[in-house]
């Protein structure tokens, strides 16, 4: 039964052994079902990887302060975040980051004075806007994109909310956040041109066309994702990568053993090496159990 999962699914083959020693994936739309939580099928794949002596990381766009925040508890995770602009190893600690140019902060803050844009810092996400602001705003959404947010936010002091344009650059930006609401055209259009005037300095990698998550150019999940197999002494065709969103294209395309799940955008199941099944059926997870009981123990320092 086994060996016929597998071979449906391609990626592993029952006569070859691909030594996937590091397993790396997305989370919300990937990962995660449609809770976008860890539940008890993620968790059991991911401690399953971990305890054949894989390394198990996330790569999300989302800002992780720690593993237990999004549910792993003591689980031992990396964590690639905010686009790759941030790693977090297994203790939480951050053992990388790439910093914004702080002149492109400064000349967004002024060109955009009235969008409510996040910028994340290596201890916070700062807002313009007051907290009564922002809340408002969220009851302005559909109730489905409130629970999603709900599930997928936890804040516990993240964000600082009334910060002035001084205050966001006397810090460290890694990232900024946006996202645009429908009938916001020509907003997107003006901010999509101002980062593409400045690709020295930023790049824009969002997980769907209506939000902006910008980062410096070196700043991306692929090389978030080789900087941290590099760190483990692993070449890249023993990483494997899932992914389901735009932000993930750079890492589906860069790796040879990448899947992506049967919902995930055109452009990233083309990207991918192997489309498997739908994540709310947890096929992740699935394949994720697949691949250690296929290929057996490593031992990875």
């Known amino acids: 039964m086994m060996e016929n999962y597998l071979k449906r ?37 991911v401690r399953m990887a971990c305890d054949s002596g894989r390394h198990f990381a996330l790569a999300t766009g989302r800002t992780v302060r720690s593993s237990a925040a999004v549910g792993f508890g003591d689980v031992p995770v990396e964590v ?3 686009n790759g602009a941030i790693i977090l190893g297994r203790d939480g600690s951050i053992v990388h980051h ?28 700062l807002e313009r ?44 930006v890694v990232k900024v956040n946006y996202r645009t609401e429908p009938g ?63 932000n993930d294209l750079s890492m589906l395309r860069r790796f040879e053993h990448s899947y992506a799940p049967r919902g995930a955008l055109e452009e990233a199941k083309r990207s991918a090496n192997v489309v498997i099944g739908s994540n709310v059926l947890y096929a992740v997870p699935r394949h994720v159990k697949a691949t250690v009981r296929h290929e057996g123990p490593f031992q990875v320092p």
């Not at 769907?208 to 941290?228: C, H, N, Q, Y």
Request: glycine share 8%; proline share 4%.
């Open 184 to 246: 916001d055209d020509e907003v997107r259009e003006r901010l999509a041109s101002f980062v593409a005037a400045h690709a020295d300095q930023a790049v824009n990698a969002p997980f769907s066309r209506r939000m902006f998550e910008i980062t410096d150019p070196t700043a991306t999940k692929a090389e978030g994702v080789a900087w941290l197999a590099r760190q483990l002494g692993l070449a890249n065709d023993e990483v494997a990568v899932y992914g389901d969103g735009g």
């Open 98 to 125: 790439v910093p914004m140019d702080p002149a492109f902060i400064e000349e967004l803050l002024v060109a955009f004075p009235e969008l409510p844009l996040e910028f994340v810092t290596l201890d916070h996400t």
């Open 129 to 172: 806007r007051s907290r009564k602001e922002s809340e408002a705003a969220r009851l302005r959404m559909s109730l489905v994109r409130r629970i999603v947010l709900r599930g997928m936010t936890r804040d516990g002091g993240e964000r600082l909310y009334g910060q002035t344009p001084d205050e966001i650059c006397s810090q460290v």
């Open 9 to 45: 699914h391609r990626g592993i083959m029952s006569d070859k052994r691909y030594d996937n020693i590091l397993l790396i994936s997305d989370l919300d739309g990937t990962l995660f079902g449609l809770t976008h939580q860890a539940g008890r099928e993620v968790l059991s794949s």
């Open 80 to 82: 690639v975040c905010a």
